[in-house]
């Protein structure tokens, strides 16, 4: 269960794929609700067809809004403490939020917000009134105040021996106490997002094990010794102190502080009864299949439930403390966010920059490093190079990058023993933090990451303009993928047995299922395995090494199913890729082939990346220095724009530049239209438009004497001032500086982001 836990971040990137904005952001708050890491989406507030009437004054504002606004006050003021999180607690839009994404997890199915039945309103606001006034306990086994639309148990009318049973062994945690975790998180998650170190990448919205791998392509190239660091003790539980005080240096809430203090302090009910004690396990010659409720969920499928034995060793570990439950993984980056800030602090400190050094020679340590659009290579330096440090962290794992001696790596190793000892409590030694060579690789998040020799041929312009090519040397970062480690994996899920020479196993859990299922599941595995090796300079290798993994696995489960003997003759009849159908006997058909051709099923599909050519290659999109997840971006463009000296700056520099807004531009058309007659459409340039307006207002002969009236001077000056607040001089006698913008589109592509709508 915490593998899976685990590596739901990780593959979210490649499930769940994510749109960009591509239009202005509005005014509005709601315009973020898009982009916050929320499950959920705005709801209507409308009441019930024949519902209670006491809804709509309960539910004023929608949910998710009120989420959006608490995400952009604590990035506005990141630096500010909080102390009125309790307000947000007597909102019942968040515990109807929570009570919707608690029952998806509960039932596998959505509930809408007008199909919340009157008793499970009821019970959630008789559970926030409990949360304010201190009644609620954690881990109730008797005493609920809602319970799960599934849970249909009579609690009074059970027998002595099963209420011991319930209140002395191990239970799921209660449908009640995981909607306060939900409410709990929902607050608490936007004001300590705003504060994080942008070096911790686990259990954070849009961050993944793939945003690590990027980071050290990016910024980890030319060290030489690397400090990797097993803190995941630390998950296993701290101090509640340490946790409370954590908390305390950004909230000052008494009522949520005593929450989650008693949430932490509660003891775990874990036992077994003696009746399962007492019961032997019988084997079954014939083992039935499982016929789920109509509310049950159903369990992952094959493929998933095989790739979350893939999980790398830095993300297996999940930490569940008390009865925090969903909040554990936050609390944990709360109480490790002291040890970022701290190798932050630290990474200045070390930074010695030196001149004769080829980059990272500037005082202030933060000049690009050569070529940004490679910046995996490093020419070669000196005896004397910058002396630089990075770090990152991720979940319980860290790793330190040193440019420089040895010995510079152990005093930082000495220092983080000592810091971690007086903060953590917890006993580190050399062991515990190795300090390696970048030559023998370094092992993170299944990836090895070692350094190659290269002599580039590098062209730059001299003086006169002439290209000069010359052969360069350096080094270049390499992030691969661990062959030993996949193999390592598939041996543990008894996909194949032997080291030197691996051989594929049959894959008997898929023996009742059809080929045409069986090839699916497998190709959503190979899918996904190829996407979790995505940034890997061997992906085409390793990927094509699982295909053969998978498709001898295959060979040898069809090879048992329909008596073939071997995987000679079941690459024979299906082909390569297994996309034939295969016979049980001599001339009869399995079912599925029957009803292939009578057209009630699709064909077989053939396995994928059975050939290495076929396999896509690595991912080298350049990755940005100051990167950060869209959702942070959207709000931080939002409050930039908020502020009214950066539109008034956004102006003048249109003024400057004589660009015009496409909201100013589309005014001027319209107005030009309706008061002069002057029709423009989006093919017209602006010189066209401007001869236009000369020949109305200038007029010629008899005809211009007969509109000197009062009426059409007030229009030439209104057009006049139409024009100027679009950025130009006076129509008439100034030359519109535009000449390289021709088209109206292209105004609204130059200055799409620049202003927002003017109402």
């Known amino acids: 269960m915490h593998r899976r836990l685990a590596l739901t971040r990780t593959i979210s990137t490649f499930i769940n794929p994510k749109t960009h904005l591509k239009t202005p952001i509005s005014d509005s708050p709601q315009a973020l609700l898009l982009f916050l890491p929320f499950s959920s989406s705005p709801f209507s507030t409308r009441p019930r067809p024949g519902g209670t009437n006491d809804r709509p004054p309960l539910l004023r504002d929608d949910g998710v809004s009120i989420c959006a606004k608490l995400w952009v006050e604590n990035f506005r003021e990141p630096e500010k403490n909080v102390y009125n999180l309790s307000t947000y607690l007597r909102r019942l839009e968040l515990w109807v939020i929570a009570y919707q994404k608690v029952c998806a997890d509960e039932t596998g199915a959505y509930m809408p ?3 919340i039945d009157d008793a499970a309103f009821e019970g959630l606001i008789s559970l926030r009134d409990a949360v304010l006034e201190n009644r609620f306990r954690w881990g109730a086994r008797l005493e609920f105040f809602i319970r799960s639309p599934k849970d249909k148990t009579d609690l009074e009318s059970l027998s002595k021996r099963k209420i011991r049973t319930l209140l002395t062994t191990t239970q799921p945690a209660a449908f009640q106490d995981r909607i306060v975790q939900e409410v709990l998180l929902m607050i608490l998650e936007p004001v300590y997002e705003a504060r994080f170190s942008q070096k911790s990448y686990a259990f954070r919205p849009g961050r993944n094990a793939h945003t690590v791998l990027r980071v050290i392509r990016r ?17 296993d539980g701290v101090k509640v102190s340490m946790v409370i005080g954590a908390l305390m240096r950004d909230v000052r809430d008494k009522l949520v502080m005593d929450l989650i203090k008693s949430a932490l302090v509660t003891p775990v009910i874990t036992g077994r009864s003696p009746e399962e004690d007492k019961k032997k396990k019988k084997k079954r010659k014939y083992q039935k299949k499982k016929v789920l409720a109509e509310d049950e969920p159903k369990p992952d499928p094959y493929w998933l439930t095989t790739f979350f034995g893939f999980a790398p060793e830095e993300a297996e570990k999940v930490p569940s403390w008390g009865h925090c439950g969903v909040l554990s993984p936050l609390l944990a980056n709360i109480c490790l966010d002291e040890l970022d800030h701290w190798m932050e602090g630290k990474i200045k400190e070390f930074f010695r920059p030196s001149k004769t050094d080829v980059i990272w020679n500037s005082p202030s340590g933060e000049e690009e490093q050569g070529n940004t659009s490679w910046p995996e290579f490093v020419p070669t330096s000196g005896p004397d190079k910058t002396r630089k440090m990075d770090y990152i962290r991720y979940g319980g794992h860290i790793l330190i990058g040193v440019r420089g001696p040895r010995a510079d790596a152990a005093t930082i190793r000495k220092q983080l023993i000592e810091f971690c000892d007086e903060k953590y409590a917890l006993k580190l030694d050399n062991e515990s933090l190795p300090i390696e060579h970048i030559t023998k690789g370094i092992m993170f998040l299944d990836h090895v990451l070692c350094r190659r020799v290269v002599y580039p041929t590098l062209r730059y312009t001299a003086t006169g303009g002439k290209i000069i090519s010359e052969k360069g040397v350096g080094t270049l970062l390499s992030v691969t993928a661990s062959l030993k480690q996949c193999v390592r994996q598939f041996r543990k899920l008894e996909f194949l047995k032997g080291d030197r020479d691996p051989d594929p196993q049959p894959c008997f859990r898929m023996f009742h299922a059809t080929q045409a299922h069986t090839n699916a599941q497998m190709n959503k595995l ?12 061997n992906r085409k290798k390793v990927v094509n090494f699982c295909s053969y993994i998978i498709r001898g696995s295959l060979a040898k489960l069809y090879a048992a199913k329909y008596k073939l003997r071997s995987r000679a003759k079941v690459y024979k009849i299906a082909s390569r890729n297994l996309s034939r159908p295969l016979k049980e006997k001599k001339g009869q058909s399995p ?21 290495l050519s076929l396999v896509p290659e690595p991912d080298y999109t350049p990755f940005p ?15 930039k724009l908020e502020n009214q000296e950066t539109l008034d700056r956004q102006r003048e520099t249109l003024r400057e530049e004589g660009l015009v807004t496409p909201q100013d531009y589309i005014s001027m058309l319209v107005w030009n239209y309706k008061k002069n007659s002057i029709f423009a459409d989006r093919s017209m340039t602006i010189e066209e438009l401007d001869q236009r307006a000369r020949e109305i207002l200038s007029g010629s002969g008899d005809q211009a004497l007969k509109h000197k009236d009062k009426e059409d001077e007030e229009n030439a000056d209104r057009v006049t001032l139409a024009a100027q607040m679009c950025g130009f001089c006076n129509p008439i006698d100034a030359n519109i500086n535009l000449q390289s913008v021709t088209q109206p589109g292209e105004y609204m592509e130059r200055a799409e982001y620049l202003m927002p709508i003017r109402m």
């Not at 190979?526 to 300079?537: I, P, S, V």
């Open 219 to 235: 910024s980890f190239a030319g060290y030489l010794w690397y400090v990797k660091g097993d803190l995941s003790t630390i998950l």
């Open 625 to 639: 220095k100051d990167w950060r997840p869209e959702h942070e971006r959207v709000i931080l463009e939002y409050i």
């Open 526 to 537: 190979l899918a996904t395995m190829a996407e979790w090796y995505r940034y890997a300079d």
């Open 591 to 611: 079912e599925y082939h029957n009803l292939m051709r009578m057209g009630l099923l699709d064909s077989i599909d053939g396995l994928m990346f059975t050939r």
């Open 113 to 115: 917000k007008n199909s």
